[in-house]
């Protein structure tokens, strides 16, 4: 069934006035729950009653058959894209339950840049807020000669740029940001898939603990080393170029002085080292390495994988002092195998789709790795808005169809690492796509072409 063109309108529908924002203090979260429309003083000060509550009863009877109608989706993963994607569906009223096999999310330390063209997904998904409460806005996107400090290139972030922030944060913060508006209850833990079957009809979940689930569709959210993957794409290995990431997450009172309030890349021959604040009051400093590693290195969940900072040290001790100064302040450190895949020849099978990692892995060079994951949980939503059953599997393509050349030109140059290094080519087809008014009948923008106007 050919799939209807349907967009995700600029309102967010949490914040339609059939949605009150419980606030669940003693878990620091907001959720919202539908709340049925009656005569009274609305939060505006008016009073409804007559056609205004006709209105109010319509829509609330149209969302409740949509979502009778909805398809129910399994999404395994509860990362940064699998949790985008229970925001972004929930908002097109589909039902969705998330399996992660983590047991419990932590706080592992490191950060995340948010760049404006996921931050007005996040905008939609209504975090936006949350996150400007923590997040540091950072002045520019500065890249720097990694030992004379020499401007390579420098791109000043201000909001009105690309129409929304520039954030630098703690993942934590934005994970949890993510999670405050999809309820626990939808959330399973401790759920490690291991298999999936469909024949035509409704999907089943196996899962590590003997317990299994049904779904309408499945979303494969499940990052780099996916299983749903390797289920329905085939068995490889990610490619290792040899190269790790150090990053450690610290308290910026431990460094003498400041660092510059941009987002610094200081590029070296071989190695760069990107660091920046996480905090809006500056408390936290963050960095993030790229360095030739001996010997094959890779660790599969490794994000507690401990560096040897003496090591982290001595591989920038020919960099700029501001380098060096936060690197001697680091009390230590991390380390990760810097992964990535080539294109998959499809994303999806039957109503199992890949989003994120799982389906467009890159190395983290361009700090694009999770905005695409949360860019393809705003357009897959887009392209489910109101589709039945069967239609999901032309809602997959047509997601696809309109993801996958923009992911793949992110992901060579990303592997590249030639990003920003230099020139003055337009990064607007990056930073200024608006995965919730683009038109999804058509690739989304790659190098080259400007960020398309919002659909009417
Ligand atoms: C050093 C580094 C720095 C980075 N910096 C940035 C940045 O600044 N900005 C940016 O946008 N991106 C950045 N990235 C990329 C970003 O971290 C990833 O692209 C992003 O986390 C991908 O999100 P995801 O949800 O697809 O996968 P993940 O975040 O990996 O989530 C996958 C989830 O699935 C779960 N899972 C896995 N297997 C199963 C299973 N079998 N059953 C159930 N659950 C399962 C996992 O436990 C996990 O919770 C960086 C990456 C690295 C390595």
Redesign the pocket.
């Known amino acids: 069934m050919q799939a209807r063109r349907l967009s995700v309108p600029r309102t967010n529908p949490l914040r339609s006035p059939l949605f009150t924002p419980i606030n669940f203090s003693a878990m620091g979260e907001t959720r919202s729950r539908p709340r049925a429309a009656r005569p009274g003083p609305a939060r505006d000060g008016s009073y409804c009653t007559g056609r205004c509550l006709l209105d109010k009863v319509g829509k609330a009877v149209q969302q409740e058959e949509k979502a009778m109608g909805a398809p129910k989706i399994a999404i395994?993963?509860?990362?940064?894209?699998?949790?985008?994607a229970a925001g972004t569906l929930r908002q097109a009223g589909i039902e969705v339950e998330v399996?992660?096999?983590?047991p419990l999310f932590g706080r592992i330390g490191?950060?995340?840049?948010?760049?404006p063209n996921?931050m007005k997904v996040l905008r939609g998904i209504g975090v936006e807020a949350m996150l400007r409460e923590r997040a540091f806005a950072p002045y520019s996107h500065l890249n720097r000669v990694g030992d004379t400090g020499e401007i390579k290139r420098e791109l000043p972030m201000p909001e009105s740029l690309y129409g929304a922030p520039f954030l630098?944060m703690h993942?934590a913060d934005l994970h949890e940001a993510l999670s405050s508006v999809v309820p626990s209850e939808v959330i399973h833990l401790n759920?490690?898939?291991?298999g999936v079957e469909q024949n035509g009809g409704p999907v089943s979940l196996f899962?590590?603990d003997g317990t299994t689930a049904q779904a309408d569709a499945v979303i494969g959210?499940?990052?780099?080393?996916?299983?749903?993957r390797e289920i329905i794409i085939g068995a490889d290995q990610p490619i290792h170029r040899g190269r790790i990431?150090y990053?450690a997450v610290f308290d910026s009172g431990l460094m003498p002085r400041e660092i510059a309030p941009s987002r610094t890349k200081w590029w070296g021959e071989d190695r760069h080292i990107?660091i920046y604040y996480t905090r809006k009051d500056r408390s936290e400093v963050y960095f993030?390495t790229s360095v030739p590693e001996p010997g094959d290195w890779i660790a599969k969940?490794s994000w507690s994988a401990k560096g040897d900072v003496r090591e982290l040290r001595a591989a920038y001790a020919g960099f700029h002092p501001e380098v060096r100064m936060v690197l001697d302040a680091c009390p230590d450190c991390h380390k990760?195998a810097?992964?990535e895949r080539d294109p998959l020849p499809s994303w999806s099978q039957g109503r199992i789709v890949l989003?994120?990692?799982?389906c467009h892995?890159?190395?983290?060079y361009m700090?694009?790795?999770?905005?695409?994951?949360?860019e393809d949980a705003a357009v897959l939503a887009r392209c489910l808005n109101g589709v039945s059953i069967d239609g999901i599997e032309a809602a997959f393509k047509r997601f696809e169809a309109h993801r996958k050349p923009r992911t793949s030109r992110i992901q060579a140059i990303s592997s590249a690492n030639t990003w920003m290094s230099g020139g003055d080519d337009d990064p607007s087809w990056l930073y200024g796509y608006d995965a919730w008014n683009v038109p999804l009948d058509q690739p989304a923008p790659t190098p080259g072409a400007a960020a398309r106007p919002a659909a009417a």
Do not use: N
């Open positions: 395994v993963g509860a990362g940064m894209g699998g949790m985008a399996y992660e096999q983590a490191a950060g995340i840049q948010m760049l996921s630098c993942r759920k490690k898939l291991t899962f590590a959210a499940d990052g780099v080393h996916s299983r749903i990431a990053r990107v993030v969940e990760w810097i992964l989003i994120g990692d799982a892995p890159m190395t983290p700090a694009q790795g999770a905005a695409q994951a949360i």
